[in-house]
């Protein structure tokens, strides 16, 4: 089902431009953070671990507007799940690598839509 709406939404995208753009989850990794004497974390020696996919940045909903921390540069993220090998967790952050919501976000909230074909993410800009 997942991979059907997907088929779908970047149908649309091909023929019309957008709304889904490249995108990357970004994951850190946790093995390689170190602490020195004080607790400042030491950067790993490691990159961070980089997932494609396709997103669409869209206007906040309703029930993200009444969550404690939302802000007006809050967006809803929607990350086709067809497109993404694993999972997203508010730890990872995501790139928006083209299109006029092009940079990193931080995901401060996670979710799935109903037939589980995205991600519904709440994020802002990093």
């Known amino acids: 089902m997942a ?4 088929d779908i939404g970047l149908a649309f995208n091909a023929a019309f431009g957008g709304p889904f753009y490249d995108a990357e989850i970004i994951t850190q990794s946790d093995m390689d953070t170190a602490y020195d004497i004080g607790g400042s974390i030491i950067p790993g020696a490691s990159d961070p671990v980089r ?21 007006q540069q809050t967006r809803r993220i929607i990350v086709l799940a067809a497109t993404l090998d694993g999972g997203i967790n ?13 940079g990193v976000w ?21």
């Open 106 to 126: 931080m995901i401060d909230q996670v979710g799935r839509d109903t037939v589980a074909a995205g991600w519904d993410l709440m994020g802002r800009k990093a």
């Open 3 to 6: 991979a059907a709406f997907a």
């Open 51 to 71: 997932r494609t996919c396709k997103a669409q940045v869209d206007q906040a909903t309703e029930a993200m507007r009444a969550t404690e921390g939302y802000t």
């Open 90 to 102: 508010t730890d990872d952050t995501i790139e928006i690598l083209a299109g006029p919501f092009a």
